[in-house]
């Protein structure tokens, strides 16, 4: 039995085409694993991050001896709505020096507990406006931040 070249390309073409399926299938789910294992990497370093977060802010709490008493109103901060505050205090930011006192990491955590889009509190200026808010500089405040 003779080929003909027309038979023997398209004989060729299965080859190379089962060739490809096989090695695409010899993985066994490797790239799945792989996959599923950097998943599983990126979540524990969140929950570590945040573990090391709300250790910081626990001890930044016990420092300012915030712990029992003094709240501020963190809605005189222009940019945090009631809703905003109401988070902030579940997340244990309760005065302005403890959100004066924020590093860009909290920062970022802040951003993606409050649903903000990142770079919000720095172009609001919640930090400089909590320092001067807790130094009681209110007219300077509101000269800067309501007036406009």
């Known amino acids: 039995m003779a080929f003909t070249l027309n038979e023997i390309s398209l ?4 080859l190379v085409i089962g060739l490809v399926i096989g090695l695409m299938i010899s993985g066994r789910g ?61 997340a244990g930011y309760h005065s302005y020096a403890q959100l004066g006192s924020i590093d860009h990491e909290e920062q970022a955590a802040l951003e993606s507990r409050l649903g903000r889009e990142p770079g919000t509190i720095e172009r609001e200026e919640w930090r400089l406006q909590a320092r001067l808010l807790e130094a009681g500089k209110m007219r300077e405040h509101e000269r800067r931040y309501l007036e406009v």
């Open 30 to 90: 490797k790239y799945k694993r792989l996959w599923r294992d950097e998943q599983m990497a990126h979540r524990e370093t969140i929950k570590e991050r945040d573990a090391r977060l709300a250790t910081v802010a626990s001890d930044r709490r016990a420092e300012a001896g915030d712990i029992r008493g003094e709240r501020n109103d963190l809605t005189r901060i222009r940019g945090i709505s009631a809703k905003d505050a109401a988070q902030l205090e579940a």
């Open 11 to 14: 004989l060729v073409i299965a």
